[in-house]
Each structure stands twice: as C-alpha cells, then as structure tokens.
C-alpha cells in the first residue's frame, strides 16, 4: 500500500472536519475542523484549506487523492467509489434516504474537485460495509411491491467504524478475522450495534436511516411507528414538526435535555431523576442488543466498546455490561477503570468466556485506506 498522504473530508452541514494521513502507517500530518459554515461558504472553507495544506508542504503534487465521508450509498454504491459526473448524479438521487447527511457530502465533493480538479476523489460510504446483510435482517415485514419501489430496506450505519474495528480486534487479539464472532457497540452522539461473523455483519440496529436502534445523544432509536400516526392524527404535528422531533428533540437530549455523558453522569449524581432516567433508558437498550445480538450469533467471542463514550466512559461500559455475566460477559473493574482508549485494551476477567475490549475507532484512516485500495485497483 503506497504511503503516499491521503487528504480525508468530512462535510457536515455547517462543519468541515478534515485529516492528512498516511494510509500504510497510519501518521497523521494535518488535521482541523472548520465550524460554523453556512451553505455559501464551504467554497472559502476549500480555498483556505488547499492554502493551509501548500503552506504545510502539502500541495496537491504530493497527495494521492481525497477520501470523502458519504453516510448513505443506497443500493447502488456499495464498495468505495471513484466520483465522477455519473456517480454525483447518483448520490443526488440518494439525497430522500439521508436528507440531513448526504447533501453535505455532495457539497464537499463538488467543492473538492473544484480545488483539486487533477486529483482523485473517492466517495467511501457508511451503509458500504452493511450491504450484503442476510435478507431477514435486512427486510422489513411491509408491502414488497412498495419497499422495491421506494428502495426501502435496512442499510446500517457508522459501517466505516465497525469494518474498521473489527479488523482491529483480530489484529489485536492475533487471530483471523474470519473466525472470530464479534458485537461492535459504537457509542458516539449517533450510537450503533453490529454483530459481525467472520468479517461479515449479519445484523445491525441502524436501519434505512440512522434513527433506528440504540438511543442517541439527539435520536431516540427503536420507537413504535404507531406514535408518529398518534402525533399526527391526535398531537397536530406535521411531517416538518415529526423530523424535527424525531432528529433534534429525542434520545438523551430529549428526555433530560443533556447529551454529554460527563454533564448526564454529573446530574444523575446530583439527583436529577431526568437524567437517571435518560441514562437508565440508555443503558437498557444497549444491553437488550448485546442479548439479542448473542443470540444471533449464538455466542460471541469478543465485545468491543469504540467511539466517543464507548472508550472514554467507564462507568457506562460497566452499567451496560451489569448482569450480563449469566451470558459470559465479566468485566475487571480495575482494568476497565483504567483503560487508555489511545490503543486496544481488554477490560474483561480472566474468567470471562467472552472477550470485552475498548479498541479506538479511526474512521479517517479506514476512509484513506480505502481510497488507496481504489486507486491500486
């Protein structure tokens, strides 16, 4: 794999994180995060950040192309894609199935080729690693003739975290990936599970977007479809107000108004039964996936704890894996306690049958390195 530097973009909607690396080492040269864009601006955000990168010595000369962060592929784009005219028509297309996500990314992507018109640009996705899920963790129980025609199926999310991690585990406990049963708990502001069999998901709670599954800093996951219809028939909101509720005013945020787990863990601690419960709620559902995802797979052999709160909060992991050891699941409370998130760490007993670690997510270097494997192909 060339070490050539890789540049990785991540466009949110007012945000442009971005990352310089080397995809074989992993060194990382230049990284930032421009904040506070309003649509008109991402074009400036480029220009000052082709500047920023020449000024490091970082032109365009000595890169081998540029990686963007595409959360929904559809049906269509399911492996890393070298972007052309064709393939931004049909991310355009895509826009209904991630109206928040993917118009930032076809953002970023334009104003990319514009600054780097000689360079590659390889759209990596999130739904990518999740498109061959077996067919009865991928379909929905509706009318066929209508998910075939709206596209309407569960296509996951924060797959390039899970791929990523995944490989990790094998490489940290040195055995294939190919033999190992794995559950991946992705626990960031979005928060997702997967069980994963030999490399492969074979199920995850994300679904045709990213407000299925666990409870979130801002999206409360699994929720019975028959509220909506009850909100709108009985409550008068409209479809605008449910988006808004659905995206913005749910998960953690909605029910104690705090989505930091250090400001929630504060509270609870202070006696704010809002809290207590928010992070109660939270809790129950990430153990009743870890169940469900066991039995799936029929036993795993490892757990593995990444992103934002799943490698810096201890306590959560604690909480979440607390009665679990009927199902094989003991944690060392010291080892846990004392975790560094900087590398792969085990946090469960020597008497364990199942391994728990916290592996640190890179979803960057992951982006780069599947732009390389583009490029050589």
């Known amino acids: 794999m060339t070490d050539r530097p890789v540049l990785v973009l991540n466009a949110g909607s007012s945000s442009l994180k971005y990352r310089v690396l080397r995809p074989g080492s992993g060194e990382r040269l230049l990284s930032g995060h421009l904040e506070r864009l309003h649509h008109d601006d991402f074009a400036d955000a480029l220009v000052r950040l082709v500047a920023d990168l020449e000024a490091a010595g970082m032109g365009a000369d000595t890169l081998a192309g540029v990686g963007h962060r595409v959360v929904h592929g559809g049906s269509r784009f399911v492996a890393p894609t070298l972007v052309d005219d064709g393939v931004l028509a049909g991310l355009e297309g895509l826009v209904p199935l991630a109206p928040l996500h993917n118009p930032p990314a076809i953002r970023g992507i334009r104003h990319a080729r514009e600054a780097y018109p000689d360079l590659p640009q390889v759209a990596v996705f999130d739904t990518a690693f999740f498109a061959d899920l077996p067919p009865e963790a991928a379909t929905y129980a509706l009318d066929r003739e209508v998910m075939e025609r709206h596209e309407i199926r569960r296509y996951g999310a924060h797959g390039i975290s899970h791929r990523y991690v995944a490989g990790q585990v094998a490489a940290f406990l040195g055995r294939p990936l190919a033999d190992l049963d794995q559950i991946v708990l992705h626990l960031g502001n979005g928060a997702s599970a997967a069980a994963i069999r030999g490399g492969r998901p074979v199920e995850t709670s994300m679904g045709l977007t990213p407000l299925e599954g666990l ?143 916290v592996v640190p997510t890179d979803e960057e270097l992951s982006i780069a390195r599947q732009v390389v494997q583009v490029l050589e192909a």
């Open 215 to 357: 409870v979130m800093g801002p999206r409360g996951g699994d929720l019975d479809p028959g509220v909506l219809l009850h909100l709108l028939r009985v409550g008068g909101l409209d479809v605008a107000e449910l988006d808004d509720l659905l995206h913005h005013r749910a998960g953690l945020r909605g029910l104690c108004g705090l989505q930091d787990f250090r400001d929630i863990q504060a509270a609870v601690d202070a006696g704010d039964r809002a809290a207590a419960t928010a992070y109660a709620v939270y809790c129950h559902r990430l153990r009743k996936y870890v169940g469900a995802y066991l039995a799936v797979l029929g036993g795993a052999d490892v757990v593995t704890f990444t992103a934002g709160a799943g490698e810096h909060v201890p306590r959560l992991r604690a909480d979440v894996t607390s009665g679990l050891e009927p199902l094989g699941i003991h944690l060392d409370p010291l080892l846990n306690a004392s975790a560094d998130p900087s590398a792969p760490v085990r946090i469960s007993a020597e008497d364990s049958a199942v391994t728990v670690l």
